[in-house]
């Protein structure tokens, strides 16, 4: 099982950029996936989750109507496009699978997650 | 939204000593609660779900009680591989949120 975010870089404020998660070792297009961020040297922040048909989506209320998370299980990928960004989006971005108990799936913790893609919101 | 705050922020141990860090939610989780250790410059690992259960692979000097508003996470024998920063969160509801994080420092 392994997620393998890219997209990640340097970004004017007011300025937009998309983020990719590419997902292998698992049936993606039956897990919940989410986003979750860190900024540097501070604490975890979950952001969004998408359900499996991408048909349901929630959003913390700090990117609420900047970001849009979305996927394409026929590629085994997940996206984040932001816009509006500001500089505290500066964060190392993780996607994350919902996690499992007892055989089941989707649950509201978080695993695995991947390396993580560094965004810096700069002039 | 609810609140995870835990404590101690920091704390020193050595190699062979028993920690126990503690997470307290702003309302009852019941038991929707995980943990998390971080290494740096690493993704956070999940060690524990459901407040207690052990996820697959983590070693058993890992241990989770607690329910309600009030949790625990223990490492008995502390191994220096057990450095890192460690995060609970709260899987009751939307938006799930994190503790502030504990740092580890043998």
């Known amino acids: 099982v392994q997620l393998e975010e890219s997209g990640g870089g340097l970004v004017k404020p007011g300025g937009s950029l998309r983020l990719s998660c590419a997902a292998s070792?698992?049936?993606?297009?039956?897990?919940?996936m989410n986003w979750i961020r860190q900024a540097p040297g501070k604490g975890l922040e979950w952001l969004s989750y998408i359900s499996p048909s991408g048909s349901h989506r929630k959003y913390a209320d700090s990117v609420k109507g900047r970001f849009t998370m979305s996927r394409d299980n026929a590629k085994n990928s997940l996206y984040l496009e932001m816009s509006s960004l500001r500089a505290e989006d500066t964060a190392v971005y993780y996607c994350?699978?919902?996690?499992?108990?007892?055989?089941?799936?989707?649950?509201?913790?978080?695993?695995?997650w991947g390396q993580g893609t560094l965004v810096t919101v700069s002039s | 939204d609810i609140q995870m705050t835990q404590s101690p922020s920091s704390v020193s141990a050595v190699v062979g000593d028993r920690v126990t860090i503690t997470c307290r939610a702003s309302q009852d989780i019941s038991t929707w609660l995980a943990w998390y250790q971080q290494k740096p410059g690493k993704a956070p690992n999940l060690l524990i779900y459901?407040?207690?259960t052990l996820q697959r692979g983590v070693p058993s000097r890992f241990s989770g009680s607690g329910s309600g508003t009030d949790f625990t996470l223990t490492i008995n024998s502390l191994q220096p591989e057990d450095f890192a920063t460690y995060y609970c969160?709260?899987?009751?509801?939307?938006?799930?949120?994190f503790g502030q994080g504990t740092k580890l420092e043998i």
């Open positions: 070792g698992f049936t993606f297009s039956d897990h919940y």
């Open positions: 994350a699978r919902a996690g499992e108990m007892l055989g089941a799936i989707n649950y509201n913790w978080f695993d695995p």
């Open positions: 969160q709260q899987a009751q509801s939307f938006p799930y949120t």
């Open positions: 459901a407040a207690s």
